[in-house]
Nanobody, 114 residues
Framework: QVQLVESGGGLVQPGGSLRLSCATS????????MGWYRQAPGKERELIAK???????VYADSVKGRFTISRDNTKNTVYLQMTSLKPEDTAAYYC????????WGPGTQVTVSS
């Protein structure tokens, strides 16, 4: 059973930065794609960034230039560096990892507020 665990969420002021991490538990799990979705209250879940095992990352227009996704395959971990945060970035952030199946983390809350 593959489990994902996010960390790094919290409360930050507008213009601030946060770094999210998501680690997988299965040693032999080699996901093709890892990424991040977010969901704000009353809104649909939104794909904000994904990174393949080989290839270039893809970003939603809403975060392009502010967020950076990266992964460490030796640790089966994906990161999301978020800068220039805005109140509209407030949401629950979920990581995922896809191989033959797709696995999800439980989510971590990011709140951008003064």
């Amino acid at each position: 059973q593959v489990q994902l665990v996010e960390s790094g969420g919290g409360l930050v002021q507008p213009g601030g930065s946060l770094r999210l991490s998501c680690a997988t538990s299965a040693i032999l799990f080699r996901p093709n794609v890892m990424g991040w979705y977010r969901q704000a209250p009353g809104k649909e879940r939104e794909l904000i960034a994904k990174i393949p095992n080989i290839g270039i990352p893809v970003y939603a227009d809403s975060v392009k230039g502010r967020f950076t996704i990266s992964r460490d395959n030796t640790k089966n971990t994906v990161y999301l560096q978020m800068t220039s945060l805005k109140p509209e970035d407030t949401a629950a952030y979920y990581c995922y990892a896809s191989a033959a199946s797709t696995y999800w983390g439980p989510g971590t809350q990011v709140t951008v507020s003064s």
